[in-house]
Structure formats: structure tokens, C-alpha cells
């Protein structure tokens, strides 16, 4: 069905006049300009034989630090109100490097878009390591620094992404930057980047500003059956994934048992972790379906599980999935925020959602449109079943450095040739662009 045609028939529900309508990305998956700022942790992985996928780095990605007036009309021919973008504290360490973001928030606002700036997307200095205490500290002080230059302009604010994945993946797993196996032995960097969004958003306060959140991941766990050994590994991945890092910032109090595995003064710590937030951003992509351990290494979604951990994560049958192979489940966005509005009843602020997308080949990426479609109205249904949902960002606006996996996904609603930087828009584009314009 062509994308008039599709409209027409089965328009999207309508949200509320003042929903935040928006779509992400983060610097060093588009910026390029790698001379113009110091080392980060990404740099020095990148620069390691075998540990992306396509041999690639982010040095020109999408050439944004160029190029950001073509992307600033992008944002304004799509007709998004919102535009989340990372700040890049390796660019800010830099001579002149919040020079950039002067000019882009400026650009922005001139379009019509409102900037909403994440202070940490995984792209840490070089010189620091999540596993020190001190980081955390670095990072209220970084966060000053911006906040006092952009924060005349810049009224809504996201401290970390996914610090999550950030653990697992580069603090466990060792699969992203910077690289590190340490598996249960990961659990400090979880704590001081909670610990550094707490006094970060302490920083923000003191300059005055009223609207922050953070974009922290999360998605269904659904049990590979009702044995007792696959709801125990389903419920100790629900924990590690989800309650440990909803929970400090939400209720002020990690799940029981986790708290005296971390680092410090955990109860002082706490304290300031669970600063109020304005606003709760959720990044989802799907449900994980988790079973007890197989004994063996697992390939799942680009990762490997190794066979030490006290759970396996299984396939999830009978749904698409994008070319990334990540099972397509919209319900699962339904299920996920109605299951945090019946968890944490009111200490559940207001929601965003931060991040949603999917890897698609091709221009005409009508597989991207129905997947959003379904989405949105998934998302439609939380808002009926009573849960406050504020705004929706899809990820991501360009095709970009896509980690581990380099240039080889593409989740972009704009196609870019990373050979001559040309940005084409793709149907997803034109597709969003409408529903946009129905909503008015």
C-alpha cells in the first residue's frame, strides 16, 4: 500500500497538542571531525584490529560537524518539533569545541526545533574510565561547563544513554568501548554513571534548569517457558537490565541483593542517584525472550553471550525481524510502559520516549514505515491505558557509525552515501513527514 493510500485508510490515532515529536542521534556516530576534538574511548577501540565488524571508524561518519546546516533542514522539511543530539565531552575538553553547539542550538531554534541535548552517549575521554569514582565527578563538572553556555537556550536535558548497555556491552562483555571483560565484575561502571547522572543533574539545577531526564533502555523479558529454571533466569535478566537501573533513580534503592555488590558509600550515593527527575526517557527496540543457561556461547543481535552467565537469551518465533535480526514485537512498547506505570505507580514521572528504530536496506524502506506505524499506535495504546506519555523520538534521523558493527546497519530516515556524504530521504521519511503533518 502506498504511503497516501496507507494513511488515508488507517490514520494514526492522535496524540496530545503538545506532544514532543522528535528524532535522535549521538556525536560520535555522525559528527566526524575526530581532529577538532580529544580521544575518546571509541577512538582507541576503533583503532584496534578486529573490533569492528567492517574495519571502519567514526573519523567522517556522516561529516555532521560540516555538514549540520543540511541536516538542520532535514530536521525542518520532516517537521519534528524536537531534535536529540549528544553533546561529545571529548569535543567539549577541545579549544573552541562548544563553539559548535552554539551554533547548532542557534540553528535549531531558527528552524522551529527544539534542542534536547544528551550529555553522555558512550563516547567517554580517553583519559577516563567509568570504573573510577572520580568519573562520575568529571562528569557533574563537564556537565556545568555546558549547561553554563547552552543553558540560556537549552531547556530540556538528558544526562547518560543507556548506561545499560554501556555496561554490559563495553564493561562486561568487552563487544563496544573501551573493551573491558570483567562480566559481574562490571557493576562499579553501572553505579558512578548513576552516580555521575545524580550530580549531574545536581549541576543542571544549580544553573537553573527545570526540565531533565535520562534515556535509559528497556524492553519486555518474557520467559522461554514457565519451568522454574527459565522464570528464575528471566527474572535475574529482568533485574540486571531493567530494575537495576530504573529502580535507583525511581524508588531511591537498588533491587534487593545488588546494592552491596557496588562500590562506596552506597546509601549516601543513593541519595543523590535519585535527585527527581522531571521526565523518565525509555529507549526500546523489542522484548527479550530469556531461558536458563545452555552451557554454551550464544551469537544473539551482533553480541556473544558467553556461557558463564546465569542466563540465555533465545530466539523470540514467529515475529519479523529487521536486517540487524531484532525481533519486531510493537506490543512489547504496551507491555513495557504499562508494566513501569503498575511497577512504580507514582514515582513514575512523566514519560518520553527517547529512542525506537530499526536497521532496513533500501530507499523505499517500506518494512521502516510499518514497523513505526505499528509502533506508534503501541504507543497510543499506553497513552489510553493511562500512562503519561509526553514525546517520541525515532531513532535515527541518518544513517551513522553504528558501533560495533560499523557502516553496515542502517537506521536512518535519510540515506547517506558515506562516499560523497549525500543525504537522500528515504519513504519512512515522507511517511513520518505526513503522519506528522496529520497530527498537526
Not at 571529548?90 to 547548532?104: E, I, K, S, W
Not at 527496540?285 to 550464544?298: C, D, K, L, N
Not at 513505526?372 to 503501541?378: E, I, N, P, V
Amino acid at each position: 500500500m502506498a504511503n497516501d493510500q496507507r494513511a488515508a485508510a488507517h490514520p494514526i490515532p492522535r496524540f496530545p497538542a503538545d506532544f514532543l515529536w522528535g528524532v535522535s542521534t549521538s556525536a560520535h556516530q555522525i559528527e566526524g571531525a575526530v581532529a577538532e576534538r580529544e580521544p575518546s574511548v571509541w577512538d582507541v577501540f576503533t583503532a584496534e584490529p578486529g573490533r569492528v565488524k567492517d574495519g571502519s571508524t567514526a573519523a567522517v561518519a556522516c561529516d555532521h560537524v560540516r555538514r549540520h546546516g543540511e541536516d538542520v533542514a532535514l530536521l525542518a522539511g520532516l517537521g519534528v518539533n524536537a531534535y536529540r543530539f549528544s553533546v561529545s565531552w571529548p569535543r567539549v575538553n577541545a579549544p573552541g569545541g562548544l563553539d559548535f553547539y552554539d551554533r547548532l542550538v542557534d540553528e535549531l531554534l531558527a528552524a522551529g526545533v527544539r534542542p534536547v541535548p544528551t550529555l553522555f552517549h558512550w563516547d567517554l575521554p580517553a583519559t577516563l574510565d567509568w570504573m573510577e569514582r572520580d568519573t562520575a565527578s568529571r562528569f557533574a563538572e563537564y556537565a556545568s561547563v555546558v549547561v553554563d553556555r547552552l543553558g540560556d537556550r537549552v531547556t530540556k536535558w538528558i544526562t547518560l544513554n543507556e548506561p545499560a548497555e554501556h555496561t554490559l556491552l563495553g564493561h562486561a562483555l568487552g563487544t563496544h568501548a573501551p573493551g573491558k571483560q570483567l562480566l559481574f565484575d562490571a557493576l562499579p561502571a553501572a553505579h558512578h554513571q548513576l552516580l555521575g547522572h545524580g550530580l549531574a543533574v545536581q549541576a543542571l539545577r544549580a544553573a537553573g534548569a527545570a526540565d531533565i531526564g535520562i534515556a535509559n533502555s528497556h524492553g519486555p523479558t518474557w520467559p522461554a517457558s514457565q519451568e522454574p529454571a527459565d522464570l528464575e533466569a528471566a527474572a535475574f535478566y529482568d533485574l540486571l537490565l531493567n530494575r537495576l537501573f530504573a529502580e535507583p533513580l525511581l524508588l531511591g534503592a537498588y533491587p534487593e541483593g545488588i546494592g552491596e555488590l557496588m562500590p562506596g558509600d552506597v546509601a549516601a550515593d543513593l541519595k543523590i542517584i535519585g535527585e527527581p527527575l522531571d521526565w523518565y526517557g525509555v529507549n526500546y527496540y523489542a522484548p527479550t525472550r530469556v531461558g536458563a543457561p545452555q552451557g554454551t556461547e550464544i551469537e544473539f543481535g551482533g553480541i556473544t553471550m558467553p556461557a558463564e552467565l546465569p542466563f540465555s537469551v533465545r530466539e523470540i518465533e514467529g515475529v519479523p525481524v529487521t536486517d540487524f535480526g531484532w525481533p519486531v514485537v510493537p506490543e512489547g512498547l504496551t507491555e513495557l510502559l504499562t508494566t513501569f506505570k503498575d511497577r512504580y505507580g507514582d514515582r513514575l514521572p512523566p514519560v518520553v520516549i527517547t529512542e525506537n528504530g530499526c536497521s532496513y536496506e533500501g530507499l523505499d524502506d517500506q518494512a521502516r514505515i510499518a514497523y513505526l506505524d505499528g509502533h506508534l499506535r503501541a504507543l497510543h495504546r499506553a497513552l489510553e491505558a493511562g500512562v503519561d506519555v509526553r514525546g517520541y523520538f525515532v531513532w535515527s534521523l541518518l544513517d551513522n557509525f553504528e558501533w560495533a558493527e560499523g557502516y553496515a546497519r542502517r537506521f536512518g530516515l535519510v540515506h547517506v552515501d558515506f562516499a560523497t556524504q549525500a543525504r537522500t530521504p528515504k519513504a519512512s521519511y515522507a511517511w513520518l513527514r505526513d503522519v506528522l503533518q496529520a497530527q498537526g
